[in-house]
C-alpha cells in the first residue's frame, strides 16, 4: 500500500525551529518529487515546497522563503522539512504529498499523507 | 506571485450539472489540477493534465482549460461530491492552489 506519515509537529514558541519527517513506503521513493502543502485552521490549502526526485531542485513559497528547507532521504525513504524562525501565521496542518511528473511543469499531487499539527504560539 | 481564483460557494441540486472556474493569467498555457477535500480527510486528486481522471475517480468529474480559466465539471452530481474543491497549477517548480470552492449539494 503506499502510505505517507508525517511526523514532527508540535507546539513551538515564535522565533522557535521544527523538523518534520515524512516516512513514505509502497513506492519506490527516488523516482518521485515531493511536496509539502499546508492548511491554516479554516483555510484553503497552500503550497508550501517542492523537491524533486534528486534532491538536485527545490522551490519554496514566498511565505516560507529563507524560513524553510526542505530534504530528502533516500537511504531511508524520508522527506523532511526544517523549519526556523517560525511564525504564528505558520500554524497549520502540514501535509507531504508525492509529486508524479509527466513533463515540464506538468506535475501532480496524487498521495497525500494524513498530516501533522504545527502550532506557533507565546 | 501567480494567483488562482475561485468562486467561495457553488450550490447544485441532486443530480444536476456544477460548475467550478479557476481563473488566473494565461492558465491555458500550464496544467491544471483538482482535489477534493472532504471534511477531516486529506485532499484528493480527481483532475489533472487538465481533463484526466486518476485511477477509482467517477466518469461525472470532467476538466477543461483554456484561454485564462480552467472549468471543473461535475455532471449528475450526488450527495457524496459536497466537499472543497480546489484547482492548482505550476509554475515551474513553484506550486499555488486555487483558493478553493465549496461545492453544496442541496
Known amino acids: 500500500e503506499v502510505q505517507l506519515v508525517e511526523s514532527g509537529g508540535g507546539v513551538v514558541r515564535p522565533g522557535g525551529s521544527l523538523r518534520l519527517s515524512c516516512a513514505a513506503s509502497?513506492?519506490?521513493?527516488?523516482?518521485?518529487?515531493m511536496s509539502w502543502v499546508r492548511q491554516a485552521p479554516g483555510k484553503g490549502l497552500e503550497w508550501v515546497s517542492y523537491?524533486?526526485?534528486?534532491?538536485?531542485?527545490?522551490s519554496y513559497a514566498d511565505s516560507v522563503k529563507g524560513r524553510f528547507t526542505i530534504s530528502r532521504d533516500d537511504a531511508k525513504n524520508t522527506l523532511h522539512l526544517q523549519m526556523n524562525s517560525l511564525r504564528a501565521e505558520d500554524t497549520a496542518l502540514y501535509y507531504c504529498?508525492?509529486?508524479?511528473?509527466?513533463?515540464?511543469?506538468?506535475?501532480?499531487?496524487?498521495?497525500w499523507g494524513k498530516g501533522t499539527t504545527v502550532t506557533v504560539s507565546s | 506571485s501567480y494567483d488562482l481564483t475561485q468562486p467561495p460557494s457553488v450550490s447544485v441540486s441532486p443530480g444536476q450539472t456544477a460548475s467550478i472556474t479557476c481563473s488566473g493569467d494565461k492558465l491555458g498555457d500550464k496544467f491544471a489540477s483538482w482535489y477534493q477535500q472532504k471534511p477531516g480527510q486529506s485532499p484528493v486528486l480527481v483532475i489533472y493534465q487538465d481533463n484526466k481522471r486518476p485511477s477509482g475517480i467517477p466518469e461525472r468529474f470532467s476538466g477543461s482549460n483554456s484561454g485564462n480559466a480552467a472549468t471543473l465539471t461535475i455532471s449528475g452530481t450526488q450527495a457524496m461530491d459536497e466537499a472543497d474543491y480546489y484547482c492548482q497549477a505550476w509554475d515551474s517548480i513553484t506550486g499555488v492552489f486555487g483558493t478553493g470552492t465549496t461545492v453544496t449539494v442541496l
Open positions: 504529498v508525492r509529486v508524479g511528473a509527466l513533463g515540464p511543469s506538468d506535475y501532480y499531487m496524487d498521495v
Open positions: 509502497g513506492f519506490i521513493f527516488d523516482d518521485y518529487g
Open positions: 523537491i524533486n526526485w534528486s534532491g538536485g531542485a527545490t
